[in-house]
């Protein structure tokens, strides 16, 4: 039955692809309530309507709403409820050190079954599940949001090496705390840290060359070098080689994805020259107590030349904080991060106008995100109509926004993470530092829609572990036909009344189930969980 459902669907899904006062005055009347701009600004800034959320927008109005986002109290607390599934994971506060230390490898003979809840395993769970849950019940929607589309940028993946045990903190402590402060900021904490250092190799890279201390002390730079390299204990023999020399991993996605663009003007002399900065921006004991480390006698301390601007010789761990400085401020920066701000949050392809009153308002005022985030929501282009769904969900927000949009008691399991992996989007796993696709083209396909349709069926038919759902509290009044349950969860699902084409598709789909029925039951009773599953697979909400 369910493959009679998922194909006329999929194929739906994929046709869609000020003077001054003198006496006292009466206040202007409030503007009436629009809902359609609600749920557009809760799309955008938020994982999708939720009753709670839109009841929120409604009492402060959508400007008001947006700014209270935009300055969420830094010492509220969250909701109680959230709060305790969040200290069940003691994983999440953990230092890396503790981390490394409680959580090791399981041994290679113990069962598959049993390592999927032991060691790096139960702290990606527990990472994995605490992005989920505050995408779904936090009411700081904007932060989480904001914490998606940073950690993407400044993207390291839990499939290499130790940042498996350091992904956390990474979140935890370079991206979350910063998504409201300066880019530089951001920028500063994301290469410092030991998750970003080890994922680029940064660590590794060492000047070339020996200078006059190494040849008075070669055997004990050679052991320190040796010994930070090898110190992995052979887990991966990759890793455990020690490859001393100029690496220039990070420095080129640093020019290319982290600041400038891919065509930001810079040039291989340059990537050369920012590594050459970043020798000896290296850890302390990866495996053991990683933490971030100057190692001075593997820096390069020869003068450099960054994008035509002299750095002296002798600068030492400042070559870096110089680079970043450089960086920070650079038009080219301040045009790249706006347009892969303008990217998520208004269209695929943004209006060039947009990005360049953006990228000014970055230089402006000196890379303040809140302030760069204030000219992107209040643009013209942000609240056009052309703007409205004019976006796919990646497989993360569609499967948040469904359960918020549901109203689902979530409870995350490992069958609910797999689905996002199905879909094409195992959390913090980006297989590559560019991290996951921003724009429609990789999420829309037969396959990927399937899976999405497949566990809209499987939220709402209460086949899915970790969630459940109340179809009742959308019930029309009245003993509701299957035109007012198509067109009342519709409107409560999707912010308005289905199209006509998901209409028909949806009671296309019953009718041929009661035709199915009718040799056992001459009138069953309308398919609620059909109605709501297909709902949530239709074209309409996988837009934004």
Wanted: glycine fraction near 6%; proline fraction near 8%.
């Amino acid at each position: 039955m369910r493959a009679l459902l998922v194909w006329p669907l999929v194929a739906l899904c994929l046709s869609c692809a000020s003077r001054s006062q003198v006496a006292p005055r009466k206040a202007p009347p409030a503007a009436p309530f629009n809902e359609a701009s609600a749920v557009h600004v809760l799309q955008r800034l938020a994982y999708g309507p939720s009753a709670r959320d839109l009841a929120e927008v409604k009492r402060l109005g959508v400007d008001g709403w947006v700014e209270a986002q935009l300055q969420p109290p830094s010492e509220a607390a969250l909701p109680a409820g959230l709060e305790a599934k969040l200290q069940a994971f003691p994983t999440l506060g953990m230092s890396m050190e503790q981390l490394v230390e409680d959580y090791p490898r399981p041994p290679r003979e113990m069962p598959r079954e049993e390592k999927r809840e032991r060691g790096p395993a139960r702290v990606a769970f527990e990472r994995s599940s605490a992005r989920v849950l505050r995408a779904v019940e936090s009411p700081r929607q904007l932060e989480e949001v904001l914490v998606d589309f940073w950690f993407n940028h400044f993207n390291v993946s839990e499939d290499k090496g130790v940042v498996k045990w350091l992904a956390t903190a990474y979140e935890r402590d370079a991206i979350r705390p910063h998504v409201f402060g300066t880019f530089r900021e951001l920028l500063g904490a994301t290469a410092h840290h030991p998750a970003m250092l080890f994922y680029l190799d940064n660590w590794r890279s060492t000047r070339e060359g020996l200078s006059q201390e190494e040849l008075r002390h070669p055997k004990r730079f050679r052991r320190q070098q040796a010994a930070a390299m090898l110190e992995l204990d052979g887990a991966e023999d990759e890793e455990a080689k020690p490859k001393l020399g100029l690496n220039e991993n990070y420095a080129r996605e640093l020019l290319e994805l982290h600041t400038l663009g891919v065509n930001g003007g810079y040039t291989q002399d340059d990537v050369r020259e920012v590594a050459r900065c970043f020798t000896g921006w290296t850890l302390r004991k990866p495996r053991k107590a990683p933490a971030f480390l100057f190692r001075r006698v593997a820096h390069d301390a020869d003068a450099k030349v960054v994008l035509g601007q002299a750095i002296p010789a002798g600068g030492g761990e400042q070559d870096g904080e110089q680079v970043l400085d450089l960086l920070a401020d650079h038009p080219a920066t301040a045009r790249h991060v706006a347009l892969k701000l303008a990217r998520r949050f208004v269209a695929d392809a943004p209006p060039p106008e947009l990005v360049d009153r953006v990228a000014k308002v970055f230089l402006d005022s000196k890379g303040d995100l809140r302030t760069v985030y204030r000219a992107l929501f209040q643009s013209p282009e942000f609240q056009s109509p052309q703007a409205h769904a004019a976006k796919v969900k990646t497989p993360f927000e569609y499967v948040v926004s469904a359960l918020r949009a549901t109203d689902a008691q979530v409870e995350v399991t490992p069958r609910l993470l797999r689905h996002l992996a199905l879909m094409g989007e195992p959390l913090y796993r980006a297989p590559a530092p560019t991290g996951f696709p921003e724009v429609a083209g990789p999420w829309v396909n037969s396959g990927a829609l399937v899976s999405r349709l497949n566990f809209g069926l499987d939220l709402v038919g209460g086949r899915l572990p970790g969630a459940r759902v109340a179809l009742d509290a959308f019930a029309p009044k009245q003993a509701p036909t299957a035109v007012e349950w198509v067109d009342g969860l519709g409107q409560a699902l999707l912010g308005a009344k289905p199209s006509e084409e998901t209409r028909a598709t949806i009671l296309a789909a019953l009718s041929r189930k009661r035709e199915a029925a009718s040799a056992v039951d001459e009138a069953p009773p309308v398919d609620v969980p059909l109605i709501a599953g297909l709902l949530l697979g239709s074209p309409e909400f996988q837009k934004q």
